[in-house]
């Protein structure tokens, strides 16, 4: 696949992020297991947010809380953002990996 200037600017940082700045002298296929692993997290935190999302939400739903309404709202906002963040940093790690592995 061949990759715009933008599109690999983009992974290199992902990369030195993720990997770090030395990793020339790291084989190919620790960087992907070193980024699977990340993505793999990501899924996690995925995870969590999604039942912190349900809980607040059952809970107040079912007028078990004495939350506010504006401070709910304010919370599944947080935890929304949170989710699209977190999409899209998986993302980018999966644009990466698949850039490696056409290496």
């Known amino acids: 696949m ?4 933008e599109e690999l600017t983009r992974i290199n940082t992902v990369l030195d992020y993720h990997v770090g700045k030395d990793r020339d ?18 899924l996690f935190i995925t995870g969590i947010n999604i039942l912190a999302l349900i809980f607040f939400s059952y809970w ?6 004495e ?3 504006w ?5 599944i906002t947080v ?23 056409s290496r």
């Open 67 to 69: 939350l506010s309404s």
């Open 25 to 42: 002298g790291k084989p190919l296929a620790d960087q992907v297991r070193i980024l699977e692993h990340r993505k793999r997290r990501f």
């Open 60 to 65: 107040f739903f079912s007028d078990m809380t």
């Open 71 to 75: 401070v709910f709202w304010v919370l």
């Open 79 to 101: 935890f929304v953002l949170n989710l699209v963040s977190v999409n899209y940093q998986k993302r980018q790690l999966q644009q990466a990996i698949e850039y490696l592995n």
């Open 2 to 5: 061949n990759y715009t200037d």
